[in-house]
């Protein structure tokens, strides 16, 4: 199910545009509008899930999808041999501000390590 009011359904069932750079039947893919690293993508699932708090085992395959969907597009942008990072911020204290589950590929530079 979709929620009306959820900026990333609507992205990905195409009501309103996005730079999209993949989609499967289960997952769209594309270009964060306010990117933070040279690669900036963001993996969507189609069907709404607010967060990794409201996942469960009907999602397994769906998560690996997931993963895998980005190692090929990590692959495609160029930085999987210098590294990349893959990131799910959960609730407020991680930053979480889109609500609809989506995970960060972030690469084309130096990450530090702690994130902040
Ligand atoms: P969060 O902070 O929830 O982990 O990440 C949400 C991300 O979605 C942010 O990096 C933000 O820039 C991105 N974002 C928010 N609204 C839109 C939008 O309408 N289009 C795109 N392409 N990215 C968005
Ligand atoms: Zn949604």
Do not use: Y
Not at 35 to 52: C, N, R
Not at 57 to 67: K, P, Q, R, Y
Not at 74 to 92: I, M
């Amino acid at each position: 199910m979709h929620q009306d009011d959820c900026i990333f359904c609507k992205i990905s069932r195409h009501e309103i545009p996005a730079s999209i750079v993949a989609e499967s039947a289960t997952l769209v893919a594309f270009h964060d509008v306010n990117p933070m690293a040279p690669t900036h993508i963001l993996v969507v699932p189609k069907e709404h899930v607010a967060s990794v708090n409201d996942l469960d085992g009907t999602h397994a395959s769906l998560v690996g999808d997931m993963v895998l969907m980005a190692k090929d597009l990590a692959k495609e942008q160029g930085v999987d041999v210098d590294g990349f990072r893959l990131v799910l911020n959960t609730g407020p204290q991680a930053g979480q501000s889109v609500f609809h589950i989506h995970m960060h590929l972030l690469g084309g530079r130096v990450m530090g390590w702690p994130p902040g």
